[in-house]
């Protein structure tokens, strides 16, 4: 498996992406990220990504609605992010089709091991050993 995975990320916080973005690593994936719930069904659509995170709280689409526009046609795995920690925003993100539940703040360890692991359950490879860099700063 020497293609990267695709990963897309739904977010609006330039802060949070840019989290996301060095949390995850590039050498074994390919990130693109959408500010928009509707720029992420649509990238969604084209790109057809392993992966998606979204956004609980998006300027447009609340992020359980993403969720449920994504599921009428996207099998890949969709991770909700939150900074709402709420059980019941967990069993309505995990309800509309969602595969995981994280909430911010996170470290970039965890959410790496937590997207690595879901991929390798999904048949993606995409850690590698050595992708440890960002921990420990
Ligand atoms: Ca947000």
């Not at 969709?78 to 703040?105: C, H, N, Q």
Request: net charge negative; aromatic share 2%; with cysteine.
């Amino acid at each position: 498996m020497d293609a990267t995975v695709p990963v897309l990320i739904i977010e609006d916080d330039d802060d949070i992406r840019r989290l996301l973005e060095l949390a995850l690593p590039r050498t074994t994936m390919t990130i693109s990220s959408v500010g928009t719930g509707s720029e992420g069904v649509e990238a969604c659509r084209a790109e057809d990504p392993a992966l998606v995170t979204v956004d609980i709280g998006l300027p447009d689409i609340d992020g359980i609605e993403v969720v449920q526009q994504l599921r009428e046609f996207y099998h890949g795995t969709i991770v909700v992010i939150s900074a709402r920690s709420a059980e019941r925003d967990r069993a309505t993100a995990m309800a509309a089709g969602a595969d995981a539940f994280l909430t911010k703040p996170f470290r970039p360890r965890e959410l790496r091991s937590a997207i690595t692991e879901l991929l390798e359950s999904s048949g993606h490879r995409s850690d590698v050993p050595g992708a440890d860099l960002l921990d420990g700063q």
